[in-house]
């Protein structure tokens, strides 16, 4: 299929979402690639424990919460900083609040009815979907290649956006695949972020109390500390507060 004037969105994640949204408001004729049956698996998975949308902090508390990633990312941030976020979601029908941690969910806690939302609007502004299409690389003339389930497909785009996500929970679509098709060094290697971690403590403990939740903790480490909820789990530790800080402690 040749359709040279298209703008290819490769990734029905949150970020591709996103990209689309604001191409198609733009006019621009969009499709959305993506491999999986239904879009944005991952970010309805996000929202079963209740989607944490964004924080209620002042901004520039925020910006040095990304640490050394702060540099790049703060022009995004202020271009469309966690207040436009918020008045985004209620603009799609889901009001907001502010959790006593500071933490910001949609009142539905869930992402579906937000999701749902969303893929109107983009429905709205003649956003095309072509899903069960796995992204493959390029031909030798530059063509997009995709295998499906009725075999492998060439398109011709204007522009493309890669927006694969990264490789954890692979059964929701974001296996890391797209690597092989793309130079290593166009891309910074993936690493785990928001991740529990494991403990010294004797297996004996885990196998005794995990499931339990330790409520209202302070965690601290490498010169930062973070307070919230923190589940024991079968080897170590997980929760927000965790999560928090996982980025520091991978680097430690
Ligand atoms: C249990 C859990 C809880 C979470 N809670 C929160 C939370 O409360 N708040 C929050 O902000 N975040 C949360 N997250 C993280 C959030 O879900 C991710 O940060 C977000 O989904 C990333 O969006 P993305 O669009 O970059 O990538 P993804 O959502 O991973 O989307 C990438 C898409 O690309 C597709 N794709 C990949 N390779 C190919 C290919 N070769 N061809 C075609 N398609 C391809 C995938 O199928 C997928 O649909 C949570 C995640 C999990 C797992």
Same mark, same amino acid.
């Given at each position: 299929?040749?359709?040279?004037?298209? %703008?290819?969105? %490769?990734?029905?994640?949150?970020?591709?979402?996103?990209?689309?949204?604001?191409?198609?408001?733009?006019? +621009?004729?969009?499709?959305?690639? #993506?491999?999986?049956?239904?879009?944005?698996?991952?970010?309805?998975?996000?929202?079963?424990?209740?989607?944490?949308?964004?924080h209620?902090? #002042?901004?520039?508390?925020?910006?040095?919460?990304?640490?050394?990633?702060?540099s790049?990312?703060?022009?995004?941030?202020?271009?469309?900083?966690?207040?436009?976020?918020?008045?985004?979601?209620?603009?799609?029908?889901?009001? =907001?609040?502010?959790?006593?941690?500071?933490?910001?969910?949609?009142?539905?806690?869930?992402?579906?009815?937000?999701?749902?939302?969303?893929?109107?609007?983009?429905?709205?502004?003649?956003?095309? +979907?072509?899903?069960r299409?796995?992204?493959?690389?390029?031909?030798?003339?530059?063509?997009l290649? +995709?295998?499906?389930?009725?075999?492998?497909?060439?398109?011709?785009?204007?522009?493309? %956006?890669?927006?694969?996500?990264?490789?954890?929970?692979?059964?929701?679509?974001?296996?890391g695949?797209?690597?092989?098709?793309?130079?290593?060094?166009?891309?910074?290697?993936?690493?785990?972020?928001? =991740?529990?971690?494991?403990?010294?403590?004797?297996?004996?403990?885990?196998?005794?109390?995990?499931?339990?939740?330790?409520?209202?903790?302070? %965690?601290?480490?490498?010169?930062?500390?973070?307070?919230?909820?923190?589940?024991?789990t079968?080897?170590?530790?997980?929760?927000?507060?965790?999560y928090?800080?996982s980025?520091?402690?991978?680097?430690?």
């Open positions: 299929m040749l359709t040279p004037h298209i %703008i290819a969105v %490769i990734g029905a994640g949150p970020a591709g979402l996103a990209a689309a949204e604001s191409l198609s408001a733009d006019g +621009f004729d969009v499709v959305v690639y #993506d491999q999986m049956p239904s879009p944005a698996r991952k970010f309805l998975m996000a929202g079963r424990s209740g989607l944490n949308l964004t209620a902090e #002042d901004l520039e508390t925020f910006l040095s919460r990304y640490g050394a990633s702060a790049w990312l703060e022009p995004m941030i202020r271009e469309f900083p966690p207040q436009a976020l918020r008045e985004w979601a209620e603009d799609l029908g889901q009001p =907001c609040f502010t959790g006593s941690s500071g933490r910001v969910f949609p009142k539905a806690m869930k992402a579906s009815p937000l999701l749902r939302a969303w893929l109107a609007r983009l429905s709205a502004q003649n956003t095309v +979907f072509a899903l299409h796995r992204w493959a690389g390029w031909d030798e003339t530059g063509n290649l +995709f295998e499906t389930s009725h075999g492998a497909k060439r398109v011709t785009a204007a522009a493309t %956006i890669l927006a694969l996500g990264g490789a954890s929970w692979p059964r929701l679509g974001s296996d695949g797209w690597r092989r098709f793309l130079p290593p060094e166009s891309f910074s290697p993936l690493q785990p972020a928001n =991740c529990g971690f494991m403990t010294a403590l004797p297996p004996a403990f885990h196998e005794q109390f995990h499931g339990e939740v330790l409520h209202s903790v302070t %965690i601290s480490g490498v010169g930062q500390s973070a307070r919230g909820d923190v589940t024991i079968h080897q170590g530790i997980e929760g927000a507060p965790v928090r800080l980025a520091m402690w991978r680097e430690a």
